[in-house]
Structures are given as structure tokens and as C-alpha cells.
């Protein structure tokens, strides 16, 4: 089994634990970053290669209404959302879960754990012992 198959399996499993009521929000940002990540790997295959897969993962998820979750000092987590535009009104393409930065661009391409780790990296840490 390849690499590319392997995360498909992964992403497939974490979307199908979202369809259920009350997913964590974990569940649902890992999701958002698994599905980011098998779309992009798609695209080496072709713009139709994203669409199908897209689609695939939207049926692991029947009946969700479009939702958008706000998280403590987190990104905006997105259920079913399936437009999606910058501020410029260019359209940003959507998949079932998404997680997007509350950066002032909120670019859905930018994973939110970059501000996780540029607030860490600007804390001062102390060595232990």
C-alpha cells in the first residue's frame, strides 16, 4: 500500500468519525488537515482527481448542515461549507471539513498550527534542572 493510499484510509476514517453528533473539535481539525492534505496530493493526478475525491468525502458525511465552529484561540472550524470566497470575492475551494487561520487573509491553505507554533516559539522557556 502507498503512502498517497495509506492517507486516503486515514482521511476516510477521521471524516466518517466526524458524521457522527458531536465530534470533537480534534477530530474535526485533524480531519480538516487530512483532507487538505489527500486533495493536494490529488492534484498531481488532475483538477478531476480533487473533484472525485472531494465528492467521496462529502458522502462519508450525509445530512451534516453547514456549520462553523469558533475554537479558543484556534482557527474557525468549517462543516459543509460548500462556498467559500476571499475577500476580493475570488472563490477558495472548499472541502467537507475545513479549518481556516484567523489570520487577517483567514487562508484556508495555511495550516492554523503555524500560529500555534509561532506563539510557542515566542515564549520564553525556561531549562528545566
Not at 472531494?54 to 448542515?65: C, D, S, W
Not at 476571499?86 to 475551494?93: A, I, R
Request: overall charge neutral; charged content about 15%.
Amino acid at each position: 500500500m502507498t503512502v498517497q493510499e495509506r492517507l486516503w484510509e486515514l482521511t476516510t476514517s477521521v471524516t466518517t468519525l466526524c458524521a457522527g453528533l458531536g465530534a470533537p473539535t480534534g477530530v474535526l481539525q485533524a480531519a480538516a488537515g487530512l483532507q487538505e492534505l489527500v486533495c493536494r496530493l490529488a492534484e498531481a493526478e488532475g483538477p478531476d482527481a480533487v473533484i472525485d475525491w472531494t465528492a467521496e468525502l462529502n458522502r462519508l458525511q450525509p445530512g451534516l448542515a453547514p456549520q462553523i465552529r469558533v475554537t479558543p484561540d484556534g482557527p474557525y472550524l468549517l462543516t459543509g461549507v460548500t462556498t467559500l470566497y476571499t475577500h476580493l470575492g475570488e472563490p477558495v475551494p472548499t472541502r467537507p471539513q475545513m479549518s481556516l487561520c484567523r489570520c487577517a487573509s483567514l487562508r484556508p491553505s495555511r495550516p492554523a498550527t503555524v500560529h500555534a507554533r509561532e506563539r510557542a516559539s515566542s515564549v520564553t522557556r525556561i531549562p528545566a534542572g
